[in-house]
Nanobody, 121 residues
Framework: VQLQASGGGLVQAGGSLRLSCVAS????????MGWFRQAPGKEREFVAR????????DYADSVKGRFTISRDNAKNTAYLEMNSLKPEDTAVYYC???????????????WGQGTLVTVSS
């Protein structure tokens, strides 16, 4: 499966963005979808994941209550709604697909190209 992430940009602290991840192929519903991020000089970290039918959602503690992951299997698309953004949310955000429920990058088989989110203070 090929993944294409979009929706990043520059936003002020407290603002919102919605990221999208469009998947190619007809097996999108067979994959758990995750969002990860990587800030300059830091390791890639887990942000959120969603199960095959939209359940089994999990979030990093740093984004709980502010970010919401969702998916639309009919559109082969996963989303990450980000609210109350903080400067520390600045990073390149990646979507990824896995065969099983996971929160570690090594468990994800396919990755999008990343989209940059910059939050100004």
């Amino acid at each position: 499966v090929q993944l294409q992430a979009s929706g990043g940009g520059l936003v002020q602290a407290g603002g919102s963005l919605r990221l999208s991840c469009v998947a190619s192929g007809r097996t999108f519903s067979s994959y758990v979808m995750g969002w990860f991020r990587q800030a300059p000089g830091k390791e890639r970290e887990f942000v959120a994941r969603i199960g095959w039918s939209g359940g089994a959602r999990d979030y990093a503690d740093s984004v709980k209550g502010r970010f919401t992951i969702s998916r639309d299997n009919a559109k082969n698309t996963a989303y990450l709604e980000m609210n109350s953004l903080k400067p520390e949310d600045t990073a390149v955000y990646y979507c990824a697909a896995a065969l099983g429920l996971a929160t570690t990058p090594s468990r994800y088989n396919y990755w999008g190209q990343g989209t940059l989110v910059t939050v100004s203070s």
